[in-house]
């Protein structure tokens, strides 16, 4: 095996599945091995880091979306050398703000109690997407994913985020080719968030997708699989 087509690790986002990165699989499989490790089982990013690193390859590509993205950057903090290269989609650098724990908690608390619809329904898909033709099926295949992942899962991945810590100096550290990419309507994890990263990460490339939010694997496949190419050929 070359460098060129190296395994690839995808992570999903909070309370997603393979489905979500469906597009890049059904393109990048063609070349490559392509595996989706679960976020769930750990109640810390530390621990769903060392969960990945058991589970890949001795090296591999690396590419996460939102918390897989946090994910990601933990575990090249953890062991950089076994990461060839890293896409960084739609994600955050950032210690949790500290106004968001009260909003977690209360979160958790009524998806334990069985509205794990409601929370997903009416405080978090709202703010995943860009107006599209495409909308109304992503959210109903969001709210699928989340409906398959459970209560369970969705207190371990907010207790982990809200005590994840800040990875700006991991950042800073990185040697390696690497791809910061975001919707251009992304409510949840700004451009802004993603201009930082960039400025952190030595030669780093960042794309940003119109006509995208939160979800450009899904809103714009098309143009996030061209630039994903790309960056398996930096």
Not at 64 to 91: K, N, Y
Not at 166 to 193: K, M, S, Y
């Amino acid at each position: 095996m070359t460098l060129m087509n190296e395994p690839l690790v995808l992570l999903p986002g909070m309370m997603c599945d393979a489905r979500l990165f469906l597009p890049q699989i059904s393109l990048l499989s063609r070349n490559r091995s392509v595996a989706v490790m679960p976020l769930h089982g750990e109640k810390t990013v530390a621990g769903l880091a060392r969960q990945v690193l058991d589970s890949s390859p001795p090296c591999f590509a690396l590419a996460g979306l939102s918390m897989g993205g946090i994910v990601c950057m933990e575990v090249v903090r953890q062991a950089p050398e076994r990461v060839t290269r890293l896409a960084l989609l739609d994600t955050n650098p950032l210690a949790d703000l500290e106004e968001r724990a009260a909003i977690r908690e209360r979160q958790v608390k009524k998806v334990l109690a069985g509205e794990l619809r409601s929370v997903m329904r009416d405080e978090m898909k709202p703010n995943y997407l860009a107006q599209g033709p495409d909308q109304k099926h992503i959210l109903e295949l969001c709210m699928d994913m989340a409906d398959a992942l459970g209560p369970k899962v969705f207190e371990e991945q907010s207790i982990a985020l809200q005590h994840r810590q800040d990875q700006c100096e991991t950042l800073r550290l990185l040697t390696i080719p690497t791809l910061v990419l975001c919707g251009e309507e992304d409510q949840l994890c700004p451009v802004a968030h993603h201009e930082l990263m960039h400025e952190l990460i030595p030669g780093s490339h960042l794309s940003v997708i119109p006509r995208a939010g939160h979800l450009p694997t899904l809103e714009q496949p098309k143009l996030t699989n061209r630039i994903l190419e790309t960056w398996l050929k930096f």
